[in-house]
Antibody
Framework: EVQLLESGGGLVQPGGSLRLSCAAS????????MSWVRQAPGKGLECVAP????????YYADSVKGRFTISRDNSKNTLYLQMNSLRAEDTAVYYC??????????????WGQGTLVTVSS | EIVLTQSPATLSLSPGERATLSCRAS??????LAWYQQKPGQAPRLLIS???NRATGIPARFSGSGSGTDFTLTISSLEPEDFAVYYC?????????FGQGTKLEIK
């Protein structure tokens, strides 16, 4: 059974940093692209950053480019999102998402339960 | 960036009725379009991939059609558990983008 367990969310002041983690199990982690997808309160979905199975092929939404960094440790089956210079508009539930394929140009077939990030003073 | 526009924003129907949801892309995405269902407090669930392929475990009452810029998700006979928000998503170009969602509510 595929499981994705996010951690690291919480309350942070504007300009601060957070690191999200996602522990994956139930599949061969290195064979699949992963993404962080966020959803602001009452809003739709935004793919923030995907990463290919080997850790290459990273992309960033314009809204987070230069501030967020996605990475993965295939030896630990863990996905990360380092978030710096956080803004109020980054407030959202952040989902860890597994893609159907290796590249990141695939649909998401499994989602974590989400972790809430709140940016507020 | 490819913009996906979903209509209507809200659809009010009764159980047993047929639901038709639309998604229009700002440029052609070929058949690279998916549909997801999201219930309150839950993560989205993949329903349809590449415009018309049902995901594993998805009931046959869900069907997708379309190509290019115009796509449709049809639910043939609504069950109580189908009332949720539905999103379309394209994988033709980066950034992968989602529509703004259609809320399917009980009439």
């Amino acid at each position: 059974e595929v499981q994705l367990l996010e951690s690291g969310g919480g309350l942070v002041q504007p300009g601060g940093s957070l690191r999200l983690s996602c522990a994956a199990s139930g599949f061969t982690f290195s064979n699949y692209a992963m993404s962080w997808v966020r959803q602001a309160p009452g809003k739709g979905l935004e793919c923030v950053a995907p990463i290919g199975g080997r850790g290459g092929n990273t992309y960033y939404a314009d809204s987070v480019k230069g501030r967020f960094t996605i990475s993965r440790d295939n030896s630990k089956n863990t996905l990360y999102l380092q978030m710096n210079s956080l803004r109020a508009e980054d407030t959202a539930v952040y989902y860890c998402a597994k893609h159907q394929g290796f590249s990141g140009y695939d649909y998401v077939d499994y989602w974590g339960q989400g972790t809430l990030v709140t940016v507020s003073s | 960036e490819i913009v996906l526009t979903q209509s209507p924003a809200t659809l009010s129907l009764s159980p047993g009725e047929r639901a038709t949801l639309s998604c229009r892309a700002s440029q052609s995405v070929s058949s690279y379009l998916a549909w997801y269902q999201q219930k309150p407090g839950q993560a989205p669930r993949l329903l349809i991939s590449d415009a018309s392929n049902r995901a594993t475990g998805i009931p046959a009452r869900f069907s997708g059609s379309g190509s290019g810029t115009d796509f449709t998700l049809t639910i043939s006979s609504l069950e109580p558990e189908d009332f949720a928000v539905y999103y379309c998503q394209q994988r033709s170009n980066w950034p992968l983008t989602f529509g703004q969602g259609t809320k399917l509510e009980i009439k």
